[in-house]
C-alpha cells in the first residue's frame, strides 16, 4: 500500500474503529493548510454515503525519508468540544536578551478545549516586554473567548530570562593537595607538568651538593 502512495490507518469512531487507507499526497496537502495539523478531515468509508468528519490523532513517520507512514484518526461530532494540544510561538525579542540574558522556552504545548472547527493551529505570546529574571506563566497567554485552556495557569511556565550560565576553565596548575597525591609515582607516570617541574627540582638539588661547579675533591 505505501509503495502505490498509500498511507494505512485506523479511523476510531463512536462504535468500533474501521481500517483505512488514504492517498498520502492528499492528506499532505490537508495538513498543510492553515489550520495544520488540527485540520476537519472529512472521511467518507467504501460503500458508505455518509461523511465521518474526524481528526489526526496520532501518526508515524518513517525515521529516514520522514514519510508517514502510518495514522490514526478520530471522529468528532461538530457541534462538540474535543481536547488537543496547541504550540506556544513566542514573538519578540525580550528587553533582558538585549542586555545579555537568554530566553529559555520552557512549555512548547499547552492543551485546550475547544469546538473542533475552533481549535487554533498555534497561540502567540509577546515576550519583547520580559526582564532579566522574569518568568512567563500560562495566566499571561492570551487566548479567544471560545477557547479553555486545561493547564494550571499558576504553575505552567512557558518562557524564562535568566543570566547566561558562566564555564570556569579548570587551572592546568597543580594544587597544593594533588602534589601531595604524586609522592612517591615514577616521573614516568606523572602528568607531563608534574613530571617536568619535579625533574627541575632534581637537578637543581644536585646542582647543590657538590659544592661549586666544575670542582672536584681530592
Not at 487507507?21 to 488540527?38: D, F, I, K, Y
Not at 520522514?66 to 484518526?73: F, S
Not at 543570566?163 to 597544593?176: D, H, N, Y
Amino acid at each position: 500500500m505505501r509503495k502505490q502512495g498509500l498511507i494505512p490507518g485506523v479511523l476510531y469512531g463512536r462504535s468500533k474503529p474501521h481500517a483505512i487507507c488514504v492517498p498520502e499526497r492528499e492528506l499532505r496537502h490537508v495538513l498543510t493548510t492553515s489550520a495544520g495539523l488540527h485540520a476537519i478531515l472529512d472521511v467518507i468509508l467504501e460503500g458508505q454515503k455518509s461523511t465521518h468528519p474526524s481528526v489526526l490523532k496520532e501518526y508515524q513517520l518513517d525515521p529516514i525519508r520522514g514519510k508517514l507512514t502510518h495514522i490514526d484518526l478520530q471522529e468528532v461530532r461538530l457541534d462538540q468540544p474535543i481536547q488537543a494540544s496547541v504550540t506556544v510561538n513566542l514573538v519578540g525579542e525580550p528587553a533582558g536578551v538585549k542586555e545579555g540574558g537568554v530566553l529559555s522556552q520552557v512549555s512548547r504545548e499547552v492543551n485546550v478545549e475547544a469546538l473542533p472547527m475552533e481549535i487554533p493551529e498555534h497561540l502567540d505570546v509577546d515576550v519583547s516586554g520580559m526582564q532579566m529574571g522574569d518568568t512567563l506563566r500560562l495566566t499571561e497567554l492570551e487566548v479567544p473567548g471560545n477557547v479553555k485552556l486545561l493547564d494550571d495557569p499558576e504553575t505552567t511556565v512557558l518562557a524564562t530570562v535568566t543570566m547566561p550560565t558562566r564555564v570556569e576553565e579548570p587551572e592546568e596548575a597543580l594544587e597544593e593537595g594533588e602534589e601531595a597525591e604524586l609522592e612517591g609515582v615514577p616521573a614516568e607516570e606523572r602528568p607531563e607538568g608534574a613530571a617536568e617541574g619535579e625533574a627541575g627540582t632534581a637537578a637543581d638539588a644536585g646542582s647543590g651538593e657538590s659544592g661549586e661547579p666544575g670542582t672536584a675533591e681530592g
